[in-house]
T-cell receptor, first 114, second 112 residues
Framework: GAGVSQSPRYKVAKRGQDVALRCDPI?????LFWYQQALGQGPEFLTY????????KSGLPSDRFFAERPEGSVSTLKIQRTQQEDSAVYLC????????????FGPGTRLTVT | QKEVEQNSGPLSVPEGAIASLNCTYS??????FFWYRQYSGKSPELIMS????GDKEDGRFTAQLNKASQYVSLLIRDSQPSDSATYLC????????????FGKGTKLSVKP
């Protein structure tokens, strides 16, 4: 079946621009997570949704980062007034929400801020 | 601060050998443990999950968990050049909503 999809795959933004990154989870998966991965590092948690509810946003690095999942399916991560330190790969993962907690990742969006 | 530690490597093994990857975690309340494989330029791919002490085998992969020692390992038998990748250990901490805490990964190189 279809896995997690993300778009765009690559995004170049000038410093100060706003960007929106989209995630389409595996059909039926209630849990959706966003992670940020810097080069040579493991992914770091940003935020978590269960259906449409954002239950944890403790990993968002600043108030320039905002995420939503209005209908409990597709999610958008928005970054306002991008800075060079926002350059990273943004990964979305989904999980069925069952007891196994296994998360499956999309291909990621590589954001480069110039 | 909940932490997951891995040796960054690179770990180099000859084709056909056993590769042993290790991980320790700081949160004693952690209950769920995962190994992901990440090829260069790609996203993490789940290869093993383990939830209870002992060994779990899946094909050429064996995950081992020792909660008393806060230690997780991954053994890859009959290593192949296609196994060359970075292996990420991930943990769901106690009391969390289910988010993964990752180590920095161990780079494995399997030489033909």
């Amino acid at each position: 079946g279809a896995g997690v999809s993300q778009s765009p795959r690559y995004k170049v933004a000038k410093r100060g621009q706003d960007v929106a990154l989209r995630c389409d989870p595996i059909s039926g998966h209630v849990s959706l997570f966003w992670y940020q991965q810097a080069l040579g590092q493991g992914p770091e948690f940003l935020t978590y949704f269960q259906n449409e509810a954002q239950l944890d946003k403790s990993g968002l690095p600043s108030d320039r980062f905002f995420a939503e999942r209005p209908e409990g399916s597709v999610s958008t991560l928005k970054i306002q007034r991008t800075q060079q330190e926002d350059s990273a790969v943004y990964l979305c993962a989904s999980s069925s929400g069952g007891v196994t907690y296994e998360q499956y990742f999309g291909p990621g969006t590589r954001l480069t801020v110039t | 601060q909940k932490e997951v530690e891995q040796n960054s490597g690179p770990l180099s093994v000859p084709e056909g050998a056993i590769a042993s990857l290790n991980c320790t975690y700081s949160d004693r309340g952690s209950q769920s443990f995962f190994w992901y494989r990440q090829y260069s330029g790609k996203s993490p791919e789940l290869i093993m999950s383990i939830y209870s002490n002992g060994d779990k085998e899946d094909g050429r992969f064996t995950a081992q968990l020792n909660k008393a020692s806060q230690y997780v390992s991954l053994l890859i038998r009959d290593s192949q050049p296609s196994d060359s990748a970075t292996y990420l250990c991930a943990v769901i901490g106690g009391g969390s909503q289910g988010n993964l805490i990752f180590g920095k990964g161990t780079k494995l190189s399997v030489k033909p």
